[in-house]
């Protein structure tokens, strides 16, 4: 389990009664790194969310266990308000789609789409610090592949579109929360059926941001394996609680600070992405110049407009 998840209580076990047989009317997919922490941060008491725990990973790791089991989580939701789930690992996961649609055909699906070589960056100091990544960036995208593959967004988008309907995704850009957060979540409001939420009445909870590395990949990865235990049987209150000790820290921070992406490997990777960010200019009416440029945008776009 991405230990960045909200973990809340220790309940470990279905109710005896049948569940409540009400399914979600939406489910945020990600991708990681879209600020999905954030947002259900903001939902929280707005709309019922899984209990006890932000991600449940049902449609992905736990799917063996039942849709009861993912439908206990929003058991105590409250009748008069919408149910969803805002999960980052949904978006780019084989069969997900198809496995949401058979159990939820009505759902409506919102994603949040962030500059590819940002969040990839970004998405690598997050599973590093869980020892779930090498120590070198270039080695992590070598040796996990689906890194990239989570930045490469048209063929997933248009996926999701194709099974869901394009009336029915949601497709948001991180860099419109960076600019105006109240229109951001205004328009997922809108999209869910929810009166608009003022962002000034929000206390964000959580904070995600990763600055340094774990001093002990070998002590991360095996804070990271009593996570994933401690999590298989829904023993959420002990992880939260030991989430806010200084041990947590010694398992998964305390290393060498983050530095800026080097140079080199951005022009590499703006190469690498840049047809795909072309193609989603194209599909989403948007220009993207900053995700196929980074700081030499403008540039890059004087140049065009001269010629």
């Not at 229109?183 to 999209?191: D, H, L, N």
Request: glycine share 6%; aromatic share 10%.
């Amino acid at each position: 389990m991405d230990v960045n998840s909200r973990l809340i209580d220790s309940s470990t076990r279905l109710p005896k009664s049948a569940v409540n047989r009400r399914v979600p009317d939406f489910i945020h997919i990600g991708p990681p790194r879209t600020a999905t922490c954030w947002l259900n941060d903001v939902l929280s008491g707005h709309v019922g969310l899984p209990h006890n725990v932000k991600d449940t990973r049902y449609f992905t790791s736990h799917y063996s266990k039942g849709f009861d089991w993912y439908l206990s989580h929003f058991r105590d939701c409250r009748p008069d308000q919408p149910i969803g789930e805002v999960c980052s690992h949904y978006f780019a996961a084989p069969g997900v789609a198809k496995r949401i649609k058979s159990h939820m055909p009505d759902c409506k699906i919102i994603c949040t789409l962030r500059d590819p070589v940002q969040r990839l960056y970004d998405h690598y100091k997050a599973r590093r610090s869980i020892a779930l990544a090498a120590d070198s960036f270039e080695e992590s995208l070598a040796l996990r592949p689906e890194f990239i593959e989570q930045s490469s967004y048209v063929e997933r988008l248009v996926s999701w579109q194709e099974i869901f309907g394009k009336q029915n995704v949601l497709v948001l850009l991180f860099d419109d929360l960076c600019a105006d957060a109240q229109a951001y979540v205004a328009k997922i409001c809108g999209f869910i059926g929810i009166p608009e939420i003022d962002l000034a009445t929000v206390r964000i909870k959580h904070e995600h941001n990763v600055a340094s590395a774990p001093w002990s990949r070998r002590m991360a990865r095996a804070g990271s394996m009593a996570v994933e235990f401690l999590s298989s049987y829904r023993f959420y209150g002990i992880v939260n609680l030991w989430e806010r000790t200084p041990l947590w820290n010694l398992c998964f921070a305390g290393g060498e600070p983050y530095g800026p992406l080097d140079p080199a490997m951005e022009a590499k990777l703006r190469d690498r992405f840049r047809p795909e960010v072309e193609r989603l200019e194209v599909m989403l009416g948007r220009d993207l110049s900053m995700w196929k440029w980074g700081s030499a945008a403008p540039a890059a776009r004087a140049v065009s407009a001269a010629r």
